[in-house]
């Protein structure tokens, strides 16, 4: 759905059928999503990616539900959080009540439940300031209208140039392969590396060479704040 297709989620699940149903699920949706199998996985990809919405269970090892949120929190007071749970944890749910959460759903998911919710949490981001992101000083990208603004002006981008530019924003500040970006880009293998380096060298030209940064025949990173 194109009012998903900008955003990127966070979706923390121990048990693995659930987990690859739920997966597959906002996969379709979404323009990523990241995976983990308890809050501790979590709480690191939290960190090392673009995290638009957050689902996750309750009852997890390691780092569980409530305490994943809770560090959350303190990095994040208006990311909307969903939390999924069996009806036997309702008591315990009520903890979460001033962590500020989107919904709670009771498994097993109804998936008209589930879209319904997903489309509070994309309101909630709308709503708020998050929508627009510094990537560096005077350049802003609104996820929202998916517009770049450099130094006030709106940068002109190719469609090519924004699937580009979108899937490298959602691995921000991590190196992205040749491979990786050219598939997402053409939503195929059947490409050129010759191609996907004239992207980059016009994205460079507009954006700034230093925030995409070329590592000679491996990849590039998006550097952001």
């Known amino acids: 759905m194109v009012e998903f297709k900008n955003f990127c989620v966070l979706y923390a699940e121990d048990d693995l059928e659930v987990q690859a149903n739920i997966s597959k699920i906002l996969s379709l949706l979404f323009l990523k999503v990241h995976v983990a199998s308890d809050g501790e996985e979590a709480l690191e990809l939290f960190k090392k990616n ?43 749910l009520m903890n979460c009540i001033p962590l500020k959460l989107i919904e709670y759903l009771e498994k097993p998911i109804i998936y008209e439940k589930l879209l319904q919710t997903l489309k509070k949490c994309v309101k909630e981001i709308k709503n708020s300031a998050d929508v627009e992101v510094m990537i560096g000083e005077d350049i802003f990208y609104n996820i929202e209208s998916n517009h770049i603004q450099k130094n006030a002006k709106t940068l002109k981008l190719t469609a090519l140039e924004m699937r580009a530019f979108e899937y490298m924003f959602s691995k921000k500040n991590i190196l992205v392969s040749n491979e990786e970006l050219g598939f997402y880009v053409y939503d195929s293998h059947d490409y050129s590396v010759g191609a996907i380096k004239n992207i980059i060298y016009r994205l460079r030209k507009k954006l700034g060479r230093e925030f995409m940064q070329n590592h000679k025949d491996i990849g590039y990173i998006l550097k952001s704040l």
């Open 50 to 92: 673009n995290i638009h919405i957050i689902i996750t269970d309750y009852e997890m090892p390691r780092v569980d539900g409530y305490k994943f949120i809770l560090k959350i929190r303190e990095m994040s007071q208006t990311i909307p959080i969903v939390v999924l749970s069996s009806h036997t944890q309702k008591e315990k």
